[in-house]
């Protein structure tokens, strides 16, 4: 996706803002009301194209996340939505068939435990690397960390106490626990966030490596889940998509880095 | 939460709230993030929804108002981390500027401006620069006046130079941003 997309252009007073393409875009805006703004629209330039990037993104978003948003749309498509009953009645039937994977999102953080699943709660994992050099940034997702780099893990858990860790899972599958470097899980209180004990250097295997911060609803010990996720086994850690069941009344949250070498 | 409604919503509504959230967030990552969350305030919040006169507005503010709250967050933890660790944090990975081309001067991180100028500056500044609304249109969506709006941004602009001014002796002194 370019940053096109996000641009910012001043607003003219005539020109009409994001909020009014979007609800154009949707639907939200139709009929006799919609008419001024495509009467604007057409005679615009800048407007055109600001259009037609909104929908870009939405285009975009839909060819990688099918069940986002609805499918993809053009100028043209935006000006006839409203009208055609028929185009509506195969959008519902699009939608009502991605039901389950549009839900998905939702629970994507969230394991199956029923104990677990309030809403709201949101195990989230933030990882802080050390370059050689000395500084300290955040390592973003599919972000790249050199050997001898060293990370630290933060977590925060929703509405409940939990036990914390964090597994990885490197390039040749070898699975670690990073965090904590103790018999027990980290034993965090409700909407605590905390910054793990202890730093860990990563090592020189190269490749994907994949970050795993389990909360767990009860007292685990790192062996038992180390042994668990050791059953599942490292290449299919790596290889499946959120959630993996790993048999324990724990959430999940992962993500990727890859871990490369220096130029 | 109730499937269908929620569902329905998303699909219509998804692209909107993902595209703010990245615009303000700056990554995937954080967009993603920000849908769920967006979508699970309205689910839990679905009377109130439903009786709002635009969806797209309603969406709007609990965006925004979720990504400062994220901004906010991060500027924190990244402070947390440099108490933990003694080191010097360099510029936010997350870090969003704001660009006006008829006030060059303003280029600021968001998120430090967060921490600095009041939130309801922010909020109606990141409508007109970056959603590119009127005056009116955020009068509007935020339930105020239009001479309210015009007040606040001035008073944004003069903050937000305030602190890029501050900035610039920083960097012309050799101090960290």
């Known amino acids: 996706m370019s940053s096109d997309e996000f641009e910012m252009v001043l607003p003219t007073s005539a020109c009409l803002s994001d909020l009014a393409l979007d609800q154009l875009i949707t639907g939200e805006t139709a009929g006799t009301r919609a008419a001024p703004q495509r009467a604007h629209i057409d005679h615009c330039g800048a407007c055109r194209r600001r259009l037609k990037a909104l929908e870009q993104v939405a285009v975009e978003l839909f060819r990688a996340h099918p069940t986002l948003g609805s499918s993809p749309a053009s100028s043209e498509a935006t000006r006839e939505r409203g009208r055609s009953v028929r185009s509506r009645a195969r959008a519902a039937l699009a939608a009502a068939s991605a039901a389950a994977l549009a839900l998905a999102l939702f629970v994507a953080f969230e394991r199956t435990e029923p104990s677990l699943r309030k809403k709201g709660s949101v195990l989230t994992l933030d990882v802080f690397i050390r370059r050689a050099d000395g500084r300290v940034e955040p390592l973003l997702p599919k972000g790249s960390a050199f050997p001898g780099d060293a990370l630290r893990f933060q977590i925060s858990n929703g509405a409940s106490e939990a036990h914390v860790a964090v597994l990885s899972v490197d390039g040749a599958g070898a699975i670690t626990l990073y965090a904590p470097n103790a018999p027990e899980l980290v034993p965090l209180a409700a909407h605590e966030r905390r910054l793990l004990e202890g730093s860990v250097v990563l090592d020189d295997q190269l490749g994907r490596e994949r970050l795993l911060a389990f909360s767990c609803a009860r007292r685990v010990s790192s062996e038992q889940l180390l042994g668990a996720a050791r059953a599942i086994g490292g290449a299919e850690l790596q290889r499946s998509p959120e959630p993996i069941a790993i048999g324990l009344p724990c959430l999940e949250r992962s993500f990727f880095f890859y871990k490369v070498r220096p130029e | ?177």
């Open chain 2, 1 to 177: 939460m109730p499937c269908d409604w929620t569902e329905q919503l998303y699909r219509r509504y998804g692209t909107v709230v993902y595209r703010r959230a990245r615009a303000l967030l700056g990554s995937d990552h954080a967009a993603w993030d920000a849908v769920q969350e967006v979508f699970m305030r309205a689910a839990r919040s679905e009377s109130q929804f439903r009786h709002a006169s635009s969806p797209t507005t309603w969406l709007y503010r609990i965006t925004t108002n979720y990504c400062f709250n994220v901004l906010r967050d991060n500027r924190r933890r990244h402070a947390l981390l440099a108490d933990a660790s003694s080191a010097s944090l360099s510029h936010s990975a997350h870090a969003f500027t704001i660009a006006a081309a008829s006030f060059p001067e303003l280029r600021v991180n968001l998120a430090r401006v967060l921490d600095q100028v009041p939130q309801e500056l922010c909020e109606i500044a990141v409508y007109y620069y970056v959603d590119r609304m009127s005056q009116d249109e955020i009068a509007t969506l935020i339930g105020t006046s239009r001479k309210t709006v015009g007040n606040r941004l001035r008073e944004f602009h003069r903050q937000a130079a305030k602190l890029t001014a501050l900035e610039h002796s920083d960097h012309a002194a050799g101090g960290l941003t």
